[in-house]
């Protein structure tokens, strides 16, 4: 069983069963049933800015809910585990901001938290799987 981190994207469509790469859902719904399955609160942050775009096709879907509470129910519904953010993983992601790039502080803080707690990570986010490849030893990402 492969512990997974969503990223704040891959945790949007997995709540709202948008498609996936099928052996992407698969993995997560393994993960999932194995209780293996978590997010960082950055991406209940991420998602709360996102809500607040002015034009209204660039925001997410929350099916008419607050960003706090497509989280909350999100997690509870899929059964995933919320990883606090610490002052390990805050020192990680500024070290890590000159490697990736500081434009996306959010990352950072998501891409560290795979890595001090040796998750895999799912995203869709070609920047995230372009530094995984890059610094394979640092972080597995798998597309979704």
Same mark, same amino acid.
């Given at each position: 069983? *492969?512990?997974?981190?969503?990223?704040?994207?891959? &945790? +949007?469509?997995?709540?709202?069963?948008?498609?996936?790469?099928?052996?992407?859902? !698969?993995?997560?719904? /393994?993960?999932?049933? !194995?209780?293996?399955?978590?997010?960082?609160? @950055?991406?209940?942050?991420?998602?709360?800015?996102?809500?607040?775009?002015?034009?209204?096709?660039?925001?997410?879907? +929350?099916?008419?809910?607050? !960003?706090?509470?497509?989280?909350? /129910?999100?997690?509870?519904?899929?059964?995933?585990?919320?990883?606090?953010?610490? #002052?390990?993983?805050?020192? /990680?992601?500024?070290d890590i901001?000159?490697?990736?790039?500081?434009?996306?502080?959010?990352?950072?803080?998501v891409i560290?938290?795979?890595?001090?707690?040796?998750?895999?990570?799912?995203?869709? %986010?070609?920047? *995230? @799987? #372009? &530094? !995984?490849? %890059?610094?394979?030893?640092?972080?597995?990402?798998?597309?979704c």
């Open positions: 069983m *492969i512990p997974l981190l969503l990223d704040t994207n891959s &945790f +949007l469509w997995f709540s709202n069963t948008a498609p996936m790469r099928p052996a992407a859902y !698969a993995v997560l719904v /393994e993960a999932q049933q !194995a209780r293996s399955l978590f997010i960082s609160p @950055i991406s209940m942050w991420e998602l709360a800015f996102a809500a607040r775009k002015n034009h209204p096709l660039r925001r997410p879907d +929350l099916r008419g809910m607050s !960003a706090r509470e497509f989280f909350d /129910e999100g997690i509870m519904r899929l059964n995933i585990t919320v990883l606090p953010v610490d #002052t390990e993983i805050a020192s /990680e992601s500024a901001a000159p490697l990736y790039g500081s434009g996306d502080p959010g990352d950072c803080f560290a938290t795979a890595h001090l707690h040796q998750l895999n990570l799912v995203t869709r %986010d070609a920047r *995230i @799987i #372009t &530094f !995984a490849k %890059d610094h394979p030893t640092y972080l597995t990402a798998i597309a």
